[in-house]
């Protein structure tokens, strides 16, 4: 079986850890001291609610990053059969290329609260399906379907592939996905 194995990136992995550590100790630092002299352009409620919100969403990012970091699995596997991509939180199994009816490229804009202005965030590559029902269902945990069912709603389908915990750059993983389906689609 010719396949492509694409490990995961441990210091992509750590780097992402210290930054989920640095949030989480904003998101305190928050829920702590909420007011201060110095920045009373908020109110205490806003600030307590930043913090609460940041120390559970990178909490939870913590979570996900120390169970990669600590894996054994492959990060991405691609071969005849289809791609089975286990590099982020959500790992769905075997996605078979007849389930795969195009790709594309998209990063994600971000808007920054009372600026005006949007940050872009990592590219990242869609797997477009005719039946995304099918991969929503495969998963039991809520928040992870919610999840799905917000990426299909955004992005038109629920399948995405990112190389931040990945050890190649993006370009390449981009590259090997396009040839690799146009290899072994039917």
């Known amino acids: 079986m010719n396949e492509i194995r694409l490990t995961l990136s441990k210091t992509k992995l750590v780097l992402m850890l210290i930054g989920c550590i640095a949030f989480i100790f904003g998101g305190v ?4 001291e909420p007011y201060k002299p110095d920045n009373n352009r908020y109110s205490e409620d806003f600030l307590l609610f930043i913090g609460l919100a940041s120390v559970i969403f990178f909490g939870l990012g913590l979570f996900f990053i120390l169970k990669k970091i600590f894996s054994t699995k492959i990060g991405l596997i691609i071969n005849e059969l289809g791609i089975i991509d286990n590099s982020n939180a959500i790992s769905l199994g075997l996605i078979e290329w007849n389930d795969i009816s195009g790709i594309s490229i998209i990063q994600p804009q971000v808007p920054v609260f009372n600026v ?3 940050v872009s965030t990592k590219k990242m590559i869609i797997l477009k399906t005719d039946h995304p029902e099918k991969f ?6 809520p928040i992870l379907k919610e999840t799905l069912i917000y990426n299909n709603k955004i992005y038109g389908s ?6 931040s915990g990945l050890n190649i750059k993006f370009s390449e993983l981009e590259n090997i996905v ?4 146009h290899t072994w689609q039917k």
């Open 178 to 181: 396009k040839e690799q389906m």
């Open 116 to 118: 005006g202005t949007t």
């Open 158 to 163: 629920p399948l995405t592939i990112i190389s």
């Open 29 to 32: 630092y928050m829920i702590i």
């Open 136 to 141: 929503i269902e495969r998963l039991r945990n």
